[in-house]
């Protein structure tokens, strides 16, 4: 799977991996989007492409960055990391938290049905992320006082983040 050859059709999260790692290998076309803000600032994302079957953006992340617990609504996803290490968390009610450390030239991918959140490991990380179909609305997840988790749709605009102190224990 190229970008030149994008069929006119939805991709499978198998198909968005080998777009994300052909990517990977053609750093002219993504470099120059790579940015890092101040200490404090949102961290830097990029839309690369977007059409009506994939959407395409690269992403810069410091360390703690958070997107907070999240799902893609009715997309399937690839996230390649081209610098430093990511880390993926998915939730597990009543347990320890999955955690997966995904360094420079991994790729995860995942179905619409997958809820996790990513965390910039290292001081400076970059990662290339392909949706299909595109975002147009995400899940942002958080948990009340009393401990009723809650499922809050946004638009593909809105940066995710950690939306509450108490939602990081999602136990």
Known sequence: MSWESLPERFLGKHELRELVDDLARRPELWSHTVSFGEAGEARHYTSLYRDSYVDIWVICWRRDDDTGWHDHDVSSGAV??????????????????????????????????????????????????????????LGQYSISDDGVMRRTSVSYADELRQVGADEAALV
């Open 80 to 137: 390649r990391v081209l610098a430093g290490t990511l880390v993926e968390a998915n939730p597990r009610i009543g347990g320890e938290h999955l955690e997966t450390l995904v360094s420079e030239g991994q790729t995860l991918s995942f179905g619409p049905e997958h809820i996790h959140r990513i965390n910039g490991h290292a001081e400076a990380s970059v990662s290339i992320h392909a949706y299909s179909p595109p975002l147009w609305r």
